[in-house]
């Protein structure tokens, strides 16, 4: 699914780059992704996307 229809950014793509570089913050993020960077409408979803992947990498730390 598309997060960012203005620069073509997908759910899957922003999985990958939070996997692989692990941000901390939404800022940190679209240093990565440039999600947010026309017209804004979504940062809502990237941030639960964001939070949604930290919180499941957490599980399969403490799980390791």
Not at 33 to 60: D, F, N
Request: with cysteine.
């Amino acid at each position: 699914m598309y997060v960012c229809l203005c620069n073509g950014i997908s759910d899957k793509s922003i999985r990958a780059v939070i996997r692989q570089h692990q941000p901390s913050s939404l800022k940190e993020l679209q240093r990565f992704v440039p999600v947010g960077t026309q017209c804004g409408k979504c940062l809502r979803s990237a941030r639960q996307i964001l939070e949604h992947e930290q919180g499941s990498m957490v599980i399969y730390l403490r799980s390791a």
